[in-house]
């Protein structure tokens, strides 16, 4: 079975800019989450999907917006892209807690 | 807002030796998972403990969930060069998906 896919693997922009980062959960898990790691730290919850609902909101600013699709599919849109968005950006699905969730390998987003 | 320190935040240690890490908080959790990241990769679960006071063992690794679910520490017996990457704990609550994660531990191991 495929894992959680992540879309791009890398990408650069420039700050002002916005982006979207895309994300395919494992077949069957209709909980898509996101977190955002900066290097040297664990990762930080930005979002949490459930069924094509927002579940959970992190301690981010409105620049920062999701939305999962019919097919449980998520994107992530930062837009106005500052230098401290720079990260690496993790999806992970889930069937439900607490059964652990299975994170992709990750965007690593830099913005200069 | 619930905290989870780790320690140490750095270990390196001979081939054959034996660690333990430790996460802590001074709230509850309902549950706590264990996580292994190696550079560029997301973190891939190794446990998840839910009873207060529970051991898991996965091969070479022992998990131990505090009697009053505010820690936990792994141990490691004869560690391996492939055991190297950073380890994180991280809790989540009933009724809520979101995980917190600690801070990390760095571990190194030396052939």
């Known amino acids: 079975d495929a894992g959680v896919t992540q879309s791009p693997t890398h990408l650069i922009k420039t700050r002002g800019q916005q982006v979207t980062l895309r994300c395919s959960p494992i077949?069957?898990?209709?909980?898509v989450s996101w977190y955002q790691q900066v290097l040297g730290q664990g990762p930080q919850f930005i979002f949490q999907y459930y069924e094509k609902e927002e579940r959970g909101r992190g301690n981010f600013p409105d620049r920062f917006s999701a939305r999962q699709f019919p097919n449980y599919s998520s994107e992530l849109n930062v837009n106005a892209l500052l230098l401290g968005d720079s990260a690496l950006y993790l999806c992970a699905s889930s069937i439900g807690q607490p059964y652990g969730y299975t994170f992709g390998s990750g965007t690593r987003l830099t913005v200069v | 807002t619930q905290l989870l320190e780790q320690s140490p935040q750095f270990l390196s240690i001979q081939e054959g030796e034996n660690l333990t890490v430790y996460c802590n908080s001074s709230s509850v959790f309902s549950s706590l998972q264990w996580y292994r990241q190696e550079p560029g990769e997301g973190p891939v679960l190794l446990v998840t403990?839910?009873?207060?006071?529970e051991v898991k063992k996965l091969k070479r690794l022992t998990f131990q969930f505090g009697d009053a679910r505010k820690d936990s520490s792994l141990h490691i017996t004869a560690a391996q060069p492939g055991d190297t990457g950073l380890y994180l704990c991280a809790s989540s609550n009933f009724g809520n998906e979101k995980l917190t994660f600690g801070t990390g531990t760095r571990l190194t191991i030396i052939p």
């Open positions: 077949s069957g898990h209709k909980s």
């Open positions: 403990v839910v009873t207060g006071g």
